[in-house]
């Protein structure tokens, strides 16, 4: 896979709709890998069920890709991911590690970000309490 195509894979704006199984077949292993900070899957119909539940259970999303960079056959794409529920808006900025098989196709999917903070910030109370914590760690 090329920059080109990271790119396209890693781009979708607010109204438009998310990849459709055939661009997913077309990128990943049949036994690919995928974690993130809330759910690891294992094998192509798990992680397209999840990508299809998280379009299913947010108002809107998109995902915007930043630096991408590929050395053999590892990639790493920096990205910032808006999730639209309920009438919040919740920013992710986060950055995915990509290993290709032979073909060419990922065969291991990892993502990194920080799930709480974006999640739990912007609501009442709870947001509060989240960023008292967080100074907490860094003061």
């Known amino acids: 896979m090329d920059p080109t195509s990271l790119k396209a894979l890693f781009t979708k704006p607010y109204g438009s709709p998310g990849p459709t199984e055939a661009q997913w077949r077309a990128a990943y292993a049949d036994d690919v890998h995928f974690r993130d900070p ?13 990508q299809e539940g998280l379009l299913r259970h947010c108002d809107d999303v998109y995902l915007t890709p930043g630096a991408i960079a590929i050395e053999g056959n590892t990639a790493f794409v920096e990205w910032e991911m808006g999730l639209k529920i309920k009438g919040i808006e919740f920013i992710y900025p986060g950055s995915t590690r990509l290993l290709f098989n032979a073909e060419g196709r990922i065969v291991d999917h990892r993502d990194y970000f920080d799930f709480v903070g974006p999640t739990f910030a912007p ?13 907490r760690f860094v003061a």
């Open 38 to 50: 809330t759910q690891e899957k294992q094998g192509l119909a798990a992680y397209i069920q999840a």
């Open 123 to 135: 609501v009442p109370v709870v947001g509060g309490f989240v960023r008292w914590l967080y100074r």
